[in-house]
C-alpha cells in the first residue's frame, strides 16, 4: 500500500512539474495561433475587392421560396455576398414585398459521387430547419426550395435564414481572445438550450458538428446554433442488458461528459 502511495505521489509531483514547464509555451503557442488568423482575417479584408465574386454566383438575381411551418412564399433578391463554403455560398437578400434583410444559404450539388451525399444532406438540413419548432437560440429557417439533381446536372437547395450580426468567432477576436466568466459561461448555456430543443423533438434531432464555428450572434444579441448539415433524426435501441446499460451511462457521465465539457469551456475563453 505504501508503494503504491509513494507512485500516486510521484505521479502527481510530475504532473505538477510538467504543468509549469508547458504552461507558458501553451500561452505563446495559442498567442501565437490567435495572432496568424487574426493575420489572416485582416488580409482576407483587404484584399475583398480582389476576389472576384462571379464565382460564388453573385449577379443580384431573384429568388421564389416555400414558406417554412405554413407560411406563404416568399420572393428575394440577392443584394450582397456574405461567405463561400466548399458546397455552395451565403448572400444577403432583400424581401421584394418589405425590404427586410435575410440570409440565403445557396448548396450547389455538383461533384460526381458527392453529389447524392451532400444533395441529401442539404435537403435534410432545409426540411428539419423548416419544420423545427422556432427557439431563441437556433437560427430560424423562413422558407427553402430544392431543385433536385437532372441528368448530369447537379441539383441545388436554397435556405432562407435570419441574417445575424456576427460570429462568436469574431467576438472571442474582439476580446482579444479572453472572455470574462460571464461571456463565456452565456453562449455555452444558450447553445446547450438550443441542444435540449433539439432533442426534445420527436423524433429527437442530433446537431453532431457543435464547434464554435457553428455558433452565431443574432441582431437580438442571443448566440444561435447554425448550419444543420450534419444533423440526424435515427434513432435506436441497443440490445443490452440493462445492467451493461446502467454501466455505461455511469461511465458516460462521470468519466466522458465532465472532460470534455472542461475542454470545450476552455477553447471558447483561451
Not at 455552395?88 to 427586410?100: L, S, Y
Not at 461533384?111 to 451532400?118: K, L
Not at 438550443?194 to 437580438?220: S, Y
Request: glycine content about 10%; proline content about 4%; some cysteine.
Amino acid at each position: 500500500m505504501n508503494s503504491l502511495q509513494g507512485l500516486g505521489s510521484w505521479g502527481s509531483n510530475l504532473l505538477g512539474q510538467a504543468s509549469e514547464q508547458l504552461a507558458p509555451a501553451a500561452a505563446a503557442a495559442a498567442a501565437s495561433i490567435r495572432s496568424g488568423v487574426k493575420e489572416v482575417k485582416k488580409s482576407v479584408k483587404e484584399n475583398l475587392g480582389n476576389v472576384n465574386l462571379g464565382s460564388v454566383a453573385f449577379s443580384g438575381e431573384s429568388h421564389c421560396l416555400d414558406g417554412a411551418r405554413g407560411a406563404p412564399p416568399r420572393e428575394v433578391t440577392e443584394v450582397a455576398f456574405l461567405a463561400e463554403g466548399a458546397f455552395g455560398a451565403v448572400m444577403k437578400v432583400a424581401c421584394n414585398r418589405t425590404g427586410e434583410k435575410f440570409a440565403l444559404k445557396k448548396i450547389s450539388c455538383m461533384e460526381g459521387v458527392q453529389v447524392a451525399s451532400s444533395f441529401e444532406a442539404a435537403e435534410r438540413e432545409a426540411k428539419i430547419l423548416s419544420e423545427l419548432p422556432p427557439h431563441e437560440n437556433i437560427i430560424r429557417c423562413l422558407g427553402y426550395s430544392i431543385s433536385a439533381p437532372k441528368g448530369s446536372g447537379g441539383g441545388c437547395v436554397k435556405v432562407l435564414l435570419e441574417l445575424c450580426n456576427g460570429h462568436l468567432l469574431d467576438f472571442q477576436d474582439s476580446k482579444g481572445g479572453k472572455l470574462s466568466p460571464k461571456e463565456m459561461m452565456e453562449p455555452f448555456v444558450q447553445i446547450a438550450e438550443a441542444v435540449r430543443h433539439l432533442h426534445a423533438q420527436r423524433p429527437p434531432i442530433q446537431h453532431r458538428d457543435l464547434k464554435v464555428e457553428n455558433v452565431l450572434q443574432g441582431a437580438d444579441g442571443k448566440w444561435k446554433l447554425c448550419d444543420f448539415g450534419s444533423c440526424s433524426t435515427c434513432c435506436f435501441e441497443p440490445e443490452l442488458p440493462r445492467a451493461q446499460l446502467q454501466r455505461l451511462q455511469e461511465m458516460r457521465s462521470t468519466r466522458r461528459s465532465r472532460c470534455y465539457t472542461g475542454r470545450r469551456r476552455w477553447r471558447m475563453c483561451s
